[in-house]
C-alpha cells in the first residue's frame, strides 16, 4: 500500500510540474519558432514600430515581435489615430454598406410659398386732363373686360368747348384768308388753328374727334374717354353727373395676359436664385397642373421679420387662370455644376463637424473629417477631404464611430 501512495505522489508532481512549464514557462510557441521577426510593436499603441525588442517609450509596455504573416493586425499603425480594423463577418453582421465618392451633376430644387400679383408694368390708370361733370358711364362695375379704345365714359368741360369753338373760328377765318394778298395774315391764321389743334390733343382728344369737328363745324358738348390698354377694370370712381378733375382717379386697368408671382425663400436658399431662372408654380386649386414662368427680379434685401427674401417671376397667363392674390408653392431648379458627390448616409454629422469612414482595405475603417457643400437629393457635396474613387461607408458608420471613439 505505501509503494502505492509514493507512486501516485510522484506522478502527481510530474503532472503539475509539465502543466507548469506548459501554461507559464518561457518555452517558444511550436506555431511562431523558426518564423523571421519582421519588428517590434506596442501592443496597447500598434502604430509604434521598432526594429528591436525592448519597451514602448510612452507607457513601458513590453514590445511584441511581429512575425512574417502576421503583420496586417499592426497595419493601423500606418494609420491617422481612430482608424479601426471590423472582420468581414462583423461587416456582415451590423450591416456595413458601401459607396464610392465620384464627380457628378449637383441638381435640386427649391421650394417656398408664393403668391399671384398684377404685373405691375402692365396697370393704367384713367383720369381726366379737364375740369367738368361725367354724363354717361359706359363701363359701371368692378371687374368688367375691356379692349384697347373701348368707350369708358363721356365728359363735359367749359374749358374744352371753348376751346373747339376757338378752333372752329381759327378754321372760319384761315379759309377767309386764302384769297387774301396778304400773306402774313394767312401765316397767323395757321398758327391759331395749329394751336387750337395742339391743346385739344394735350387734353387727349383723339384726332378723329378733332377731325369730326372740323367736318360738321360744330363742337362736341360730351368728350369720350376711351381705355388706355386692354385687361380687367380693378377700380372704378366714375359715376354719372359727377363732377371731376385732373387729379380723379376714374379707372383702373390692369392686364392680366401676364402675371407677377412673389416667393419668399428663405435666407440660407437665397444664394441659389438667380435671375431667368426657371420656376414651376403648383396650386391647390389646379391639381395635377404646373405653370411654367421665370425669374424676372430679387429683391435687394431680406425681408427683417421673417428672414426670408422676395422673388419675383414673370408667368404667362393663357386664359386668365392665374389670379391675383392666389396663393400656391413655386418649385426653383437649382445647381447643374459637376460636383464629387457623396450619398448623404456616409456623411457623419457631429455639428461642428462632418465625418466619413473610407475604406482603407483589409478591414480598415479610416474617420476622415470633410468639408460639405451642397445637398441635392440624397447626396452630398464635398468640398475638401475626400478624392474622386475614394470608398466610404454609407451604412454601419455609427457602430464604426463608437468603435473609433473607443480606439
Known amino acids: 500500500m505505501k509503494k502505492i501512495l509514493v507512486v501516485l505522489c510522484v506522478a502527481a508532481a510530474f503532472a503539475g510540474g509539465y502543466g507548469y512549464g506548459r501554461w507559464y514557462g518561457k518555452a517558444v510557441p511550436a506555431a511562431v519558432a ?18 528591436k525588442p525592448g519597451t514602448a517609450p510612452d507607457c513601458g509596455m513590453k514590445l511584441v515581435a511581429v512575425y512574417a504573416g502576421g503583420e496586417d493586425q499592426y497595419q493601423a499603425r500606418d494609420m491617422p489615430a481612430g482608424t479601426v480594423r471590423i472582420t468581414p463577418g ?26 399671384v400679383t398684377p404685373d405691375e408694368t402692365k396697370i393704367a390708370r384713367v383720369q381726366s386732363k379737364l375740369d367738368g361733370w361725367i354724363d354717361q358711364v359706359f363701363v359701371d362695375f368692378t371687374g368688367k373686360f375691356v379692349k384697347q379704345g373701348d368707350a369708358l365714359l363721356t365728359l363735359y368741360s367749359p374749358e374744352a368747348l371753348a376751346t373747339q369753338q376757338e378752333y372752329l373760328i381759327a378754321l372760319k377765318a384761315q379759309r377767309q384768308m386764302r384769297d387774301n394778298p396778304v400773306h402774313d395774315m394767312i401765316g397767323s391764321m395757321d398758327n391759331l388753328v395749329a394751336a387750337a389743334r395742339r391743346r385739344m390733343e394735350l387734353w387727349d382728344i383723339s384726332a378723329a374727334q378733332i377731325d369730326e369737328i372740323a367736318r360738321t363745324g360744330e363742337a362736341l358738348k360730351n368728350l369720350t374717354l376711351y381705355s388706355p390698354s386692354s385687361g380687367f377694370v380693378t377700380e372704378r370712381n366714375a359715376f354719372p353727373k359727377q363732377h371731376v378733375n385732373e387729379h380723379a382717379m376714374l379707372y383702373t386697368v390692369a392686364d392680366l395676359s401676364t402675371v407677377w ?18 420656376a414651376g408654380l403648383t ?24 428672414r426670408t427674401l422676395k422673388v419675383r417671376m414673370q408667368f404667362d397667363n393663357p386664359g386668365y387662370a392665374l389670379k391675383p392674390e392666389m396663393y400656391g408653392e413655386v418649385e426653383l431648379q437649382t ?41 441635392a437629393g440624397e447626396r452630398t457635396e464635398i468640398l475638401s477631404g475626400l478624392k ?9 458608420n455609427f457602430l464604426l464611430d463608437s468603435e473609433s471613439r473607443l480606439k
Request: overall charge positive; glycine content about 10%; aromatic content about 10%.
Open 34 to 51: 523558426g518564423r523571421k521577426v519582421l519588428y517590434w510593436v506596442d501592443p496597447m499603441h500598434p502604430w509604434y514600430k521598432s526594429d
Open 388 to 396: 474622386a474613387g475614394e470608398r466610404v461607408v454609407t451604412a454601419g
Open 335 to 375: 445647381g447643374g455644376a459637376r460636383r464629387l458627390m457623396v450619398p448623404q448616409t456616409a456623411v457623419l454629422n457631429s455639428g461642428d463637424t462632418q465625418t466619413v469612414f473610407v475604406d482603407r482595405g483589409n478591414g480598415y475603417f479610416e474617420p476622415r473629417v470633410v468639408k460639405v457643400g451642397a445637398q
Open 283 to 306: 396650386l391647390a386649386s389646379f391639381p395635377g397642373r404646373v405653370f411654367r414662368g421665370r425669374v424676372s427680379y430679387i429683391m435687394p434685401q431680406v425681408d427683417a421679420a421673417t
Open 90 to 115: 462583423k461587416q456582415q453582421l451590423i450591416g456595413v454598406a458601401f459607396s464610392t465618392a465620384e464627380y457628378g451633376t449637383a441638381t435640386s430644387s427649391i421650394r417656398a410659398a408664393a403668391r
Open 261 to 278: 408671382v412673389v416667393a419668399d425663400v428663405f435666407e440660407y436658399e437665397a444664394a441659389g436664385v438667380r435671375l431667368d431662372q426657371a
